[in-house]
Nanobody
Framework: QVQLVESGGGSVQAGGSLRLSCAASGVTYSLYCMGWFRQAPGKERERVTTIGYTGTTTYADSVKGRFTISHDNAKKILYLQMNSLSPEDTAMYYC?????????????????WGQGTQVTVSS
């Protein structure tokens, strides 16, 4: 059974940094498209960033230059480094994955999701 487990969320003041991690278990994979999504109360879920097997990344405009996604191929862990955080970044953050694609196409579906980790940024 595939499981994605996020960690690293917490509370931070505006301008601070956090690093989220997402560990996959129950699966052996080489190909992947993985991403971070977030959902704030009363808002729709937003795709924040994705990374594919080739290393190609995408970012939402709202986080470009502040967030960095990476994947440790040896440890099979997905990371999200978040810098210059603002209250607008407050949300539940989820990692998602598919292991049947080498690229993150815009319409790609993610069959696997983590339980989420809360990020709260105070002003």
């Amino acid at each position: 059974q595939v499981q994605l487990v996020e960690s690293g969320g917490g509370s931070v003041q505006a301008g601070g940094s956090l690093r989220l991690s997402c560990a996959a278990s129950g699966v052996t994979y080489s190909l992947y498209c993985m991403g971070w999504f977030r959902q704030a109360p009363g808002k729709e879920r937003e795709r924040v960033t994705t990374i594919g097997y080739t290393g190609t990344t995408t970012y939402a405009d709202s986080v470009k230059g502040r967030f960095t996604i990476s994947h440790d191929n040896a440890k099979k862990i997905l990371y999200l480094q978040m810098n210059s955080l603002s209250p607008e970044d407050t949300a539940m953050y989820y990692c998602a994955a598919t292991f049947s694609s080498w690229a993150c196409y815009p319409s790609i579906e993610y069959p696997y999701w983590g339980q989420g980790t809360q990020v709260t940024v105070s002003s």
